[in-house]
Each structure stands twice: as structure tokens, then as C-alpha cells.
């Protein structure tokens, strides 16, 4: 089956491409009658075949816009699959019950892996390209949560909640952060340490204010 054209993907140089081929094919079909001069001329000019400008013509003729005159990506579609059904559950039963585990092996580990699945079965081992496509083609916050646990997961991918707190007036909430800073004071007699400073830190919108502080024990 012939690929239709795929203006959902055409770039601005496929678009630019198909409005200078519809320059010319457009009063090719208005004036009714067309003539193999005409069209080994037009061909000529977009450096095309006359046989693909016929074709070109009829697309053309059904469907009179620009976009029926990009041309069609070559190649296989990027999430089209060509393995056979066996090979296809194998991988994904490897993903889910090897990939997807706490251990968190490899890549290599699963292509190693599937290797040997497939050498017991008498299958032909999938290609590397195919078994990493589909681990790309998985749910990033499932794997995410299979392989490094709920709560990494849910801080990367999990919405964030909104505060119940709300300020209706300038300087009627105030948040305080308390960090430890890279200071260590020391003795002023002996220059012994003494301990690592905190620093608090004071925030409504912009910068209240900050003090230094040993904090207690």
C-alpha cells in the first residue's frame, strides 16, 4: 500500500517544497486539457520522473491541497514493530520481570539476558536497537517507581500539592529555612573549633532577613 503524505511530521522545507510543486500543477488542472509537453515540462522543472508527475497530478485532482503534495516518509513508521508475536512477548515479559526490579540491572544485563531466553527457545535474539526501543517505549514514572521505589517517583513525577497557607497582606506569612553553612568557628583564645554555624533564613516574596546561630543539641 502506497504511504500517504504525513503533514502532521512535514518540516517547513517539505511545505516549502509542496507549495512551489503546486505552483505549477494547480493551473495544469485548471485548464482541463493536459498535454504530455506540458507535464515533461513541469516534471522537468521540479525534477521529477513523468510518471511520478502524473501521479502527482492525481493526487492533486482528488484532493486539490497543498498538503496532498508533500512527499511520504520513507522507511518503516518510529513506533511501527516487525517482530513476530513470540520474540514480541518475550522481550516484554524480560522487561517486566528482569528490567523492572530493585536490583536495577543493565541494559547489557537484559540484552544478555534476552540472549539466552531466546537461544533456549531456538529464537533468534532481537536486535540491541529493538530491545532498547522498547524499554524507551515504556512509562517513564513506572519504571522509575519499579526500579527505584515509589518515593523517588512520586517527587520527579508526582504533581505538587497546592499550600493550604495563603498571605492576604504584605508581610503576613513568613517562611523560615534553617541550613548548616560552611562555617566552623573557632575558640578565640586557643583557635580550637568550636562547632558549625546554622543560618536562618527568613522569606515573605523577597529576603526579610538571616541570622548565624549555634543550634543546640
Same mark, same amino acid.
Given at each position: /500500500?502506497? %504511504?500517504?503524505?504525513?503533514?502532521?511530521?512535514?518540516?517547513?522545507?517539505?511545505?516549502?517544497?509542496?507549495?512551489? #510543486?503546486?505552483?505549477?500543477?494547480? +493551473?495544469?488542472?485548471?485548464?482541463?486539457?493536459?498535454?504530455?509537453?506540458?507535464?515533461?515540462?513541469?516534471?522537468?522543472? @521540479?525534477?521529477?520522473?513523468?510518471?511520478? /508527475? =502524473?501521479?502527482?497530478?492525481?493526487? =492533486?485532482?482528488?484532493? +486539490?491541497?497543498?498538503?496532498? @503534495?508533500?512527499?511520504? %516518509?520513507?522507511?518503516?513508521?518510529?513506533?511501527?514493530?516487525?517482530? !513476530?508475536?513470540?520474540?514480541?512477548?518475550?522481550?516484554?515479559?524480560?522487561?517486566?520481570?528482569?528490567? $523492572?526490579?530493585?536490583?536495577?540491572?543493565? /541494559?547489557?544485563?537484559?540484552?544478555?539476558?534476552?540472549?539466552?531466553?531466546?537461544?533456549?527457545?531456538? $529464537?533468534?535474539? &532481537?536486535?540491541?536497537?529493538?530491545?532498547?526501543?522498547?524499554?524507551?517505549?515504556? !512509562?517513564?514514572?513506572?519504571?522509575?517507581?519499579?526500579?527505584?521505589?515509589?518515593?523517588?517517583?512520586?517527587?520527579?513525577?508526582? &504533581?505538587?500539592?497546592?499550600? +493550604?497557607?495563603?498571605?492576604?497582606? +504584605?508581610?503576613? @506569612?513568613?517562611?523560615?529555612?534553617?541550613? &548548616?553553612?560552611?562555617?566552623?568557628?573557632?575558640?578565640?583564645?586557643?583557635?580550637? &573549633?568550636?562547632? #558549625?554555624? !546554622?543560618?536562618?533564613?527568613?522569606?515573605? @516574596?523577597?529576603?526579610?532577613?538571616?541570622?548565624?546561630?549555634?543550634?543546640?543539641?
Amino acid at each position: /500500500m502506497q %504511504k500517504q503524505p504525513d503533514w502532521q511530521s512535514a518540516s517547513e522545507n517539505d511545505w516549502e517544497a509542496a507549495r512551489r #510543486r503546486e505552483k505549477l500543477i494547480r +493551473p495544469l488542472i485548471a485548464c482541463g486539457s493536459i498535454t504530455h509537453n506540458d507535464v515533461d515540462a513541469a516534471a522537468a522543472e @521540479l525534477g521529477l520522473s513523468r510518471s511520478f /508527475m =502524473y501521479k502527482l497530478l492525481a493526487r =492533486y485532482r482528488r484532493r +486539490p491541497q497543498t498538503s496532498s @503534495l508533500l512527499f511520504a %516518509k520513507r522507511g518503516r513508521p518510529e513506533d511501527s514493530r516487525s517482530l !513476530d508475536p513470540e520474540r514480541e512477548q518475550l522481550i516484554q515479559n524480560a522487561i517486566r520481570e528482569f528490567y $523492572l526490579r530493585r536490583e536495577r540491572p543493565r /541494559m547489557a544485563d537484559l540484552i544478555k539476558e534476552l540472549c539466552r531466553l531466546c537461544d533456549q527457545q531456538n $529464537l533468534k535474539a &532481537p536486535n540491541y536497537r529493538t530491545i532498547r526501543k522498547r524499554v524507551q517505549a515504556l !512509562d517513564a514514572k513506572l519504571a522509575l517507581q519499579r526500579r527505584h521505589g515509589s518515593k523517588i517517583a512520586n517527587a520527579k513525577y508526582q &504533581p505538587v500539592g497546592i499550600s +493550604p497557607l495563603s498571605a492576604l497582606a +504584605p508581610l503576613e @506569612l513568613f517562611q523560615i529555612d534553617h541550613t &548548616p553553612v560552611d562555617v566552623i568557628v573557632v575558640d578565640e583564645q586557643d583557635r580550637l &573549633p568550636v562547632g #558549625r554555624r !546554622d543560618q536562618g533564613r527568613s522569606v515573605a @516574596l523577597c529576603d526579610i532577613g538571616f541570622r548565624f546561630y549555634f543550634r543546640c543539641c
